[in-house]
């Protein structure tokens, strides 16, 4: 009987740690190989609907500040056309030449030597670099400048001096009160390339000026015997 007794037990035993064995593999199995790629399918799909979320949203919030879908292109289609009409796509002096002497006669000024400086190609455009002297009094040198800037054409105003003052009135103005006044006329991207530059004491409002103004006139492509600013980089 004992050792009947005794061989029981020692089966039960082996019985039990073997299942446990077996149960224990499964639940490995189990995991590795089917709850571990639901979970990883869980997290692509819980990613995917936050991204359809968030194009949602943003068609909901477009469709919210627009509400006039009719309207909004025929805005966009003429920011388009008036873009367009700004962007060069030929180089044309003559034309740019014109329209320095039709805002000059617009504004009163007096238009004097032009003088160009070395063309440089750069990201696919052409900078070609004018210098042009104008006479005239303060307000009416400011409104040239402005338009300028505002030009047809892909025109930038790169700076702009006064010099040689001939004093019309009386009241005189420091040269801090004038940078400040040129500050305020000048508004936008030309205000920040002002550089007055005096050369006699105190400057006069309505002084009669000559101010040299520095533009750029960009045209598409590279044109010949233009070098570009990588092949020669500023020092």
Same mark, same amino acid.
């Given at each position: 009987m004992k050792l009947?007794?005794?061989?029981?037990?020692?089966?039960?035993?082996?019985?039990?740690?073997g299942t446990t064995v077996i149960c224990l593999a499964s639940v490995v199995l189990f995991y590795n190989f089917i709850l571990t790629k639901q979970l990883a399918k869980k997290g692509q799909a819980v990613g995917q609907l936050c991204l359809v979320n968030s194009k949602v949203a943003t068609v909901e919030r477009f469709a919210a500040e627009h509400p006039d879908k009719?309207?909004?292109?025929?805005?966009?289609?003429?920011?388009v056309i008036r873009v367009n009409k700004l962007l060069p796509d030929r180089l044309n002096m003559g034309e740019t030449v014109a329209f320095l002497e039709d805002t000059a006669k617009v504004t009163g000024v007096v238009c004097g030597a032009i003088t160009t400086e070395k063309s440089v190609f750069n990201n696919g455009w052409t900078e070609n670099r004018l210098v042009l002297k104008v006479l005239g009094d303060y307000s009416d040198l400011m409104e040239f400048a402005r338009r300028l800037d505002a030009g047809p054409r892909f025109m930038a105003v790169r700076a702009v001096e006064f010099h040689d003052r001939v004093v019309l009135g009386q009241k005189f103005w420091g040269q801090k009160e004038i940078e400040q006044?040129? &500050?305020?006329? =000048?508004?936008?991207?030309?205000?920040?390339? *002002?550089?007055?530059?005096?050369?006699?004491?105190?400057?006069?409002? &309505?002084?009669? =000026?000559?101010?040299?103004?520095?533009?750029? *006139?960009?045209?598409?492509g590279r044109l010949p015997d233009v070098q570009s600013e990588q092949d020669h980089p500023a020092k």
């Open positions: 009947a007794s005794i061989s029981f037990k020692s089966n039960g035993y082996v019985w039990l740690v009719e309207r909004y292109l025929q805005d966009l289609n003429a920011e006044l040129v &500050e305020k006329e =000048l508004s936008g991207k030309a205000s920040s390339l *002002v550089k007055p530059v005096i050369e006699r004491g105190l400057l006069n409002k &309505e002084s009669l =000026l000559v101010m040299n103004v520095y533009l750029m *006139v960009a045209s598409e």
